[in-house]
DNA sequence: CTTAGGATGACGTAGAGC
DNA sequence: GCTCTACGTCATCCTAAG
């Protein structure tokens, strides 16, 4: 908890007195509440002397440092202010169910240049969302389930200051069924899996044991096995989301049949020395492209030289990907992310794609500071586009063990995609 | 023999939707 | 009230390569 104030920028005096006072229970924002309250009240230069300053508020500090107090003053009503998952979780609109005179008014401190795009799973612990939107402008996040552009869920919260209006889909628009999108599951698929879409594509697959199990189990039988065998064994399917391949058999998916749902390239995460596991892994974490692709398509008409993209925890690159497939020109791409095997898929999925831009790797957010975010930008001339989802290990469902919220280990990284995202916007704005 | 990395299964709960 | 889902983690075992 100390570790995650620091990284906010608070000294370690402010932090043990908040904690003191606080009690051990307190979470970060009844803490930097209580900061935020007793600091406020004083002058400006007094509760900001420059040496205590984290570097990575170096230059815009003081102006940063009080804004981050004051969106941190700012608490969440439990009761009314409870951001609401929409029901069908459509967003402002889908390919299929284009809403008619969709219009949304931004608060004025939320519009670019740059634009930017937020993303993060859909599900997390009550008032995360609250938090997030809290953060980013006070803009409703846009709940998406991917199932309307996939054979497969993906229930992701997106905050972003893009037009919702004109938006269109990547052709050719995929196979919406597991029927369509495995053609020769149709022979094997029993009456009585009812399914047509997956579930959410995570990091972990069913073992083979467990598909062994289930083929003993129907093998017992001879026509369509009694219900109580029949709802054991979909269960597990959806569980692990699982296929039919054979008569009897189901498999989890195929690295390249999850790179195929998800929007990517067959084999864009093959080869180069990356073992399966670290491809379950990334897909695991990736966006589906063509839900984002729909939501960027906006950016076509605006930018036909080309964008300049400043891409936090890239993953492997869905956002590029996008973008490419949207026929949006890439300049300049300043992507950063940890993973050396991600950023291997994504160096080759550019030169693969003969992109004429420059790509131009990062591996630590943490370390990308004020000095090296104007260097950067010095070079690149601004972002038009800032797109970023940060870890969700701590909000996820599926996580049992560290499940811990926005102030988990790694979704806490979460505060320094506003730290960027406000720094550039002010290194942007300021007059030259 | 040692080591690295894949494979396996156990692990619990919040919160949405009905 | 009930059912269902979820960008996950860990200790341990197994296997192949060195």
Redesign the pocket.
């Known amino acids: 908890m100390l570790l995650l104030l620091a990284k906010m920028g608070y000294t370690v005096e402010e932090c043990s007195i908040a904690m003191e006072r606080c009690g051990p229970e307190a979470s970060v924002v009844e803490l930097t509440d209580f900061i935020c309250a007793a600091q406020l009240s004083r002058e400006a230069d007094v509760y900001l002397p420059d040496d205590d300053l984290k570097p990575r508020y170096n230059g815009v500090c003081k102006i940063k440092k009080r804004k981050f107090f004051e969106i941190c003053k700012k608490k969440n009503d439990p009761e009314t202010e409870?951001i609401?998952?929409?029901?069908p979780?459509i967003g402002f609109g889908v390919p299929s169910l284009q809403l008619e005179s969709i219009s949304r008014s931004l608060p004025d401190s939320a519009i670019g240049p740059p634009f930017f795009y937020y993303?993060?799973?859909?599900?997390a612990?009550?008032?995360v969302w609250d938090t997030i939107s809290r953060f980013l402008n006070d803009i409703e996040p846009e709940f998406v389930d991917s199932k309307y552009f996939c054979a497969t869920?993906?229930?992701?919260g997106y905050v972003h200051n893009l037009p919702v209006q004109n938006r269109f889909p990547l052709v050719p628009l995929p196979p919406l069924t597991v029927q369509q999108a495995f053609p020769l599951s149709r022979k094997w698929w029993p009456q009585w899996d009812p399914r047509e879409k997956l579930?959410?594509i995570?990091?972990?697959i069913g073992?083979?044991?467990?598909t062994e199990?289930i083929r003993n189990a129907l093998e017992r039988f001879d026509g369509d096995p009694p219900t109580s065998v029949q709802k054991s064994v979909l269960?597990e399917c959806?569980?692990w989301?699982l296929v039919w391949v054979g008569r009897n058999k189901v498999a989890p998916l195929e690295p390249d049949e999850m790179e195929m749902l998800l929007g990517f390239p067959k084999n864009h995460t093959r080869g180069g020395g990356i073992?399966?596991?670290?491809r379950y892994?990334s897909l695991?974490?990736?966006f589906q492209v063509d839900t984002v692709a729909y939501h960027l398509s906006v950016l076509k008409d605006m930018f036909p030289d080309g964008i300049n993209l400043l891409s936090l925890?890239s993953g492997i690159g869905g956002a590029e990907v996008a973008l490419h497939r949207l026929g949006i020109k890439l300049k300049n791409v300043v992507s950063v992310e940890k993973s050396k095997v991600n950023r291997d898929i994504v160096r080759s999925w550019w030169e693969q794609t003969n992109q004429a831009g420059n790509l131009i790797d990062f591996d630590d957010v943490q370390a990308l500071d004020g000095e090296r975010l104007e260097e950067v930008i010095s070079y690149v001339g601004g972002f038009d586009l800032i797109v970023g989802?940060?870890?969700?290990?701590?909000?996820?469902?599926?996580?049992?063990?560290?499940?811990d919220g926005l102030e988990g280990k790694?979704s806490s990284l979460f505060y320094d995609y506003f730290r960027i995202l406000d720094l550039v916007k002010s290194i942007m704005h300021r007059p030259a």
């Open positions: 409870t609401r998952l929409p029901n979780m993303e993060n799973v859909a599900l612990p009550k008032g869920a993906r229930k992701r579930n959410c995570q990091t972990a073992s083979a044991k467990l199990r269960d959806r569980k989301n073992s399966r596991t670290d892994k695991g974490n990736s925890f989802g940060s870890p969700c290990n701590n909000l996820a469902g599926s996580n049992r063990v560290s499940r790694e």
